[in-house]
């Protein structure tokens, strides 16, 4: 459905159904898509969100109000994002390789991974791989089911 990527992440759906997120790290990009949940083709590509930092976008999770809930790999952050794509919000952590979020009730958890470079940066390294759990004050949303019945072949 997009070819080629490099390091693809979060992929969801606006509460709507009609519009498809998919976030592609190494572009540090959130793209959009028009969705039809009929055929489960995507058109009109756009830029849903860009993050203008060092770190790169990684997982993310969707909360009850339609804000995404960005883990920033690199910079160890997850930012909250408004469902017109603009930056309302962020949580800050004691690593720097963080990769993604998942609500439990009103916590946000979210997975990290080891730092890459202990010498140079040991704070982060001393939390890296940690598991961290933030109360954000909001549920996520409700997990539905998806199947993929076609994709690219190559």
Not at 30 to 50: H, K, L, Q
Not at 133 to 143: L, S
Request: with cysteine; aromatic share 12%; net charge negative.
């Amino acid at each position: 459905m997009k070819h080629p990527v490099t390091i693809p992440n979060g992929i969801g759906w606006m509460p709507d159904n009609k519009t498809l997120l998919f976030t592609h790290s190494t572009e540090n990009t959130i793209f959009a898509y028009d969705f039809s949940p009929t055929t489960g083709s995507i058109s009109n590509e756009r830029v849903f969100y860009y993050h203008n930092g060092p770190g790169d976008p990684d997982g993310w999770k969707m909360d009850a109000h339609g804000y995404i809930w960005q883990a920033v790999y690199g910079e160890g952050k997850v930012l909250k994002i408004s469902t017109e794509g603009k930056l309302v919000g962020e949580v800050e952590l004691p690593t720097r390789n963080v990769t993604c979020p998942c609500f439990v009730g009103e916590e946000l958890w979210v997975t990290s991974a080891e730092e890459d470079e202990p010498e140079k940066n040991p704070e982060s390294a001393r939390f890296g791989g940690a598991l961290f759990r933030v109360n954000v004050g909001v549920t996520g949303i409700k997990e539905y089911k998806f199947r993929l019945d076609k994709g690219i072949e190559i």
